[in-house]
């Protein structure tokens, strides 16, 4: 294993502190920290009260059996109860037990069945709330680590801003990875999951501007800088922590990266790479910048939409985005077509694809500029296609909806019967409230796609979810 020297300065994984010249092994069982790690207090994250006091204690028999009593209160109801709270304050204090409750909480969650870490297999992975959200789920960092296999190093990957460790441990399934975070809560929960998965990797505190790594010992970087101002998401790539220097001095500095953006990130302020799309059990996750040799597959012409499903293979398309040209009106069966294919603009690409692979077939075609939705006589599996049967197609208009749907009161079906809506074309209307509404009359379960046309204004069609 490489060594990862730091500019004359290196770090000892026997104290955690600065010492004589190396980084730990990257088996190493301390949390390293280095020089000006700690983040200034306006940048600090939500880590819900949990202090890396109250995280050593967690780790004490103590605090493991604190935790373990929570468990077993947490499997009695979703929520513990005034009475069960009560009962727990009688053995540990108050910030204690709140610190136990915020990690148990996220464990269950994580872990649950179509948790982001559920193949992990276990019920030791360690996050508060707001970090397990903005984590990257375990499928999708195996994906992408498979992106990084291909420059066949075997010397580490270094993951900056790792978070609680979602890239990190995908990564370090695979590969040597070297996880870097600013945050000294999040930087402890990091290096517990990652000693935990029991994968060739180490976490150390550090800025990413700090000077502790030679990127020539380094495969390549992966860093995921912070999208929000407090409870607010930001798409802007100048708006980006660490800003936009220190992202193109990642990128000129190593042969080979992959920054994490949100999927509305604007393309078109990204320095040159490769963008892919990445959905995960239908939902449009992130978008990832390959830069360097990682880019260079694909080329910064092209783009990549991935669908991870849970339930097969990945599915992966390449190519040049563009819009839709040939619309027309919904026929007998509707497909959505996966977000991730949509917002690289390969709707298009797809149906090309599929028409030169089944000759002969149904075409598809259409309905939106954008590929959101298409149409064909025949039905049709794909693992980027939701399907629908069309039942009726009319101009959207809501009283006449209502009306096709029901009679205009309570219908037979009751409470019985779902409704979902569903919308494309930037259409300002709240789908809750009609779900809500048009569900008291539906005599039916259906789905209801209301999408603007090319020529016919706004439509809708009453379909059923095949």
């Known amino acids: 294993m490489a060594d990862m020297t730091a500019g004359g300065q290196s770090m000892s994984g026997a104290s955690g502190k600065p010492a004589n010249g190396k980084l730990p092994p990257l088996t190493g069982r301390t949390l390293v920290t280095a020089p000006n790690a700690t983040a200034a207090a306006g940048l600090r994250p939500d880590n819900a009260g949990v202090t890396p006091a109250l995280l050593r204690w967690l780790e004490s028999p103590q605090g493991q059996a604190c935790r373990a009593a929570v468990l077993v209160e947490l499997h009695q109801s979703k929520s513990l109860q005034v009475r069960q709270i009560a ?30 870490f559920c193949e992990l297999g276990r019920q030791d992975f360690w996050a508060v709330p707001e ?18 296999q291909t420059l066949g190093a075997a010397t580490p990957i270094i993951d900056f801003c790792s978070g609680i460790g979602g890239d990190a441990i995908g990564l370090a399934a695979s590969l ?28 150390i505190q550090a800025d990413v501007d700090t000077p ?33 220097a220190t992202l193109l001095n990642l990128i000129t500095t190593f042969d080979a990266g992959a920054i994490k953006l949100s999927p509305a990130v604007d393309f078109e302020s990204l320095p040159p790479g490769h963008i892919e799309l990445i959905s995960d059990h239908g939902t449009t996750v992130q978008a990832v910048l390959w830069t360097g ?35 027309a009106l919904p026929n007998r069966f509707v497909f959505e077509v996966d977000g991730a294919v949509t917002r690289a603009g390969l709707a298009a690409e797809l149906i090309g694809q599929l028409a030169a692979n089944a000759p002969g077939t149904a075409p598809l075609t259409a309905i939106t500029i954008d590929g959101g939705y298409l149409t064909a006589q025949a039905p049709l599996r ?8 069309t039942l009726d197609v009319l101009p959207f208009d809501q009283a006449r909806l209502q009306a096709r749907l029901g009679s205009g009161g309570t219908s037979s079906a009751g409470a019985s019967a779902i409704v979902e809506v569903k919308t494309r074309g930037g259409l300002d209307l ?10 008291k009359i539906a005599r039916c379960s259906c789905t209801v796609l209301i999408f603007r046309a090319a020529s016919a204004g706004v439509m809708a069609a009453i379909c059923n979810r095949l």
Not at 131 to 148: D, N, P
């Open 87 to 116: 009962a727990l304050r009688r053995s540990w204090s108050q910030p204690q037990l709140h610190a136990a409750i915020a990690l148990v909480q996220s464990q269950l969650t994580a872990c649950q069945p179509r948790g982001k």
């Open 176 to 203: 040597p990875v070297l996880a870097v975070e600013r945050d000294p809560v999040r930087a402890r929960l990091l290096w517990h999951n990652l000693q935990e998965a029991h994968f060739p990797a180490a976490a």
């Open 430 to 439: 709240n789908t809750d409230d009609l779900q809500r509404r048009w569900q």
């Open 293 to 327: 040799k990682l880019a260079e597959p694909s080329g910064p012409t092209l783009r990549t939409a991935s669908v991870l499903s849970g339930d097969g293979p990945t599915w992966t398309i390449t190519g040049r985005p563009r819009p839709c040209q040939a619309l």
């Open 382 to 389: 794909h693992p980027a296609l939701t399907a629908f049967e």
């Open 212 to 244: 502790f790594y030679n990127a020539a010992k380094a495969a390549a970087f992966h860093i995921d800088p912070s999208r929000r101002q407090g409870p607010k998401r930001l798409i802007r790539w100048a708006d980006m922590t660490p800003g936009p």
């Open 131 to 148: 970090a397990l959200q903005q984590a990257t789920s375990y499928a999708v960092a195996c994906h992408k680590a498979r992106r990084f």
